[in-house]
C-alpha cells in the first residue's frame, strides 16, 4: 500500500490543511503540541539524557543540552540551561551574549565544533537517544499508520524538507524512523537525502 508523509508549518491552520488531506493523521511535534505528542519535542525535559563527549553527565532536554552548550564571545556554557526543566527560557542569542563561537565538545572540553559538525555529533545524536529511550511507543504507532497507508503531517515550525544538511534534525530522524526504519543507526547526514513519497487517500481523519 502506498503512503504520503507531509511536513506542513504548524502556523497552517488545521481546517486547510484537512481540506487539502482530509484522510490524514495530523501529528503535532513541536512544544506546543497537546497530549503526548509533545513528548517527541526536543524541548520536553526528561531530566536523564546524556550529554555526547560528557559521560556519565546527563541533561533535562535536547534542546537544554544544545543551548546550553553552545558558546558566545561574551559567554560560556550554561549549566543552568542543561538542567532546566520547565521547557522555557532555553533559548541563548546574539543580542544577549554576542557573536556565536561554536558548540564546546561536551561538558570538559575546550574544543569548540562549527554549527554542521555540533549538529551532527551534538544534537542528531541525542535526539535520537531520546527517540530511541522515550518514545518509540509513540514512534509505533505512526510506523504502523504509515504501512497501513495513512497520510501522515507532521506539523513543525520549519515547513518544509530540503537537504539534510539544512533540515530539522527532529523531522529527519522522525522520518527515518517511521518510514525507513531500517535505516534508523544514523552515523551522520546523508548529502542530498530526500523522502520521496506517492500521494495516498485512506478514509478517516484522525488528529494525534
Not at 557573536?99 to 562549527?114: A, F, I, N, R, T
Not at 535526539?127 to 506539523?155: C, D, S
Request: proline fraction near 6%.
Amino acid at each position: 500500500m502506498v503512503n504520503m508523509i507531509i511536513i506542513a508549518n504548524k502556523r497552517r491552520k488545521t481546517e486547510r490543511l484537512l481540506k487539502e488531506y482530509p484522510d490524514a493523521i495530523i501529528a503535532d511535534v513541536t512544544s506546543k503540541a497537546e497530549g503526548e505528542l509533545v513528548h517527541l519535542s526536543p524541548f520536553y525535559p526528561y531530566g536523564d539524557i546524556p550529554i555526547p563527549f560528557s559521560a556519565p553527565e546527563t541533561g533535562a532536554s535536547v534542546e537544554g543540552i544544545w543551548q546550553g552548550l553552545k558558546v558566545f564571545a561574551n559567554a560560556s556554557i550554561d549549566l543552568e540551561v542543561i538542567h532546566n526543566m520547565s521547557m522555557k527560557g532555553l533559548k541563548r542569542t546574539v543580542r544577549r551574549f554576542g557573536p556565536p563561537l561554536g558548540h564546546q565538545k561536551g561538558l570538559h572540553s575546550d574544543e569548540l565544533l562549527d554549527y554542521m559538525t555540533a549538529r551532527r555529533e551534538i544534537y542528531l545524536p541525542t535526539y535520537r537517544w531520546m527517540l530511541e529511550h522515550k518514545v518509540m511507543h509513540i514512534i509505533e504507532r505512526l510506523r504502523k499508520a504509515n504501512q497501513a497507508g495513512k497520510t501522515i503531517i507532521l506539523l513543525d515550525y520549519c515547513g518544509f524538507l530540503k537537504k539534510v544538511d539544512s533540515v530539522n534534525v527532529t523531522l529527519l530522524l522522525i522520518l527515518l524512523y517511521v518510514d525507513f526504519l531500517a535505516f534508523s543507526p544514523v552515523r551522520g547526514f546523508l548529502p542530498g537525502y530526500a523522502l520521496q513519497s506517492t500521494p495516498h487517500r485512506t478514509k478517516g481523519t484522525k488528529t494525534w
